[in-house]
């Protein structure tokens, strides 16, 4: 049987570049779940003035093409403008390790939804989101599908944790169904305000567990 993966792969999964959390990031994103296989987060440093991306690294739980399209993100996107950096394409990751296996094409799409993540998550906390769009109930839900559920390896949405959503006057309020001194719930209520509280029209975050 033919051996799916190129040495380029190979050199990237065996010794990936840039890999490793960073403390305070300027941005940063998760995507994926481990529960699904795969998932890669993605730091970033970022040039006030520049905006030139000038540090990132990355984490990854999934295959030998997941650590080794996260590796070669990181690359690609070192010393670029957050603009240029957006438009780095899953093909182009993909071409740059001379080709993943067709199953595994996911992965570089996943790597690079990492790094638009950590851009946009930039972007936010600097009020430089060209849409600013207003926060709704719907944009919250979508944060919170970031926040994973340490108990079960996929979101809170999708794990039905999250009861309540309510926006209103730029104060956020959460029910969450988890007792206040479950072992996860500082954990949770930290992510869950790293993802809302620095939108732009966001005042306040308000959290309330019960169960």
Not at 113 to 135: C, D, F, P
Not at 183 to 195: G, L, N
């Amino acid at each position: 049987m033919t051996f799916p993966y190129n040495d380029i792969v190979l050199e990237h999964f065996k010794n990936p570049r840039n890999v490793g959390s960073m403390e305070k990031p300027d941005g940063k994103s998760t995507e994926g779940s481990p529960a699904c296989g795969d998932m890669v987060s993605v730091y970033i440093k970022v040039d006030p003035d520049t905006k030139i991306i000038t540090d990132i690294s990355f984490e990854s739980y999934g295959c030998a093409s997941n650590i080794a399209t996260g590796s070669i993100i990181t690359e690609m996107a070192k010393g670029k403008t957050l603009e240029e950096a957006k438009k780095i394409t899953w093909k182009e990751a993909s071409q740059a390790l001379g080709g993943l296996p067709a199953i595994k094409a996911h992965c570089s799409v996943l790597a690079v939804e990492g790094l638009r993540g950590a851009i946009t998550n930039y972007e936010e906390k600097h009020g430089l989101s060209a849409s600013r769009e207003a926060t709704t109930v719907e944009v919250v839900r979508k944060k919170l599908k970031k926040v994973m559920n340490p108990m079960m390896g996929l979101d809170l949405v999708t794990t039905n944790l999250v009861k309540e959503i309510e926006v209103k006057e730029g104060v956020v309020h959460l029910l969450i169904e988890l007792p206040e001194n479950h072992q996860f719930s500082a954990v949770i209520k930290e992510e869950v305000k790293e993802k809302i509280e620095h939108l732009w029209d966001v005042k306040n975050v308000i959290i309330d567990f019960v169960g």
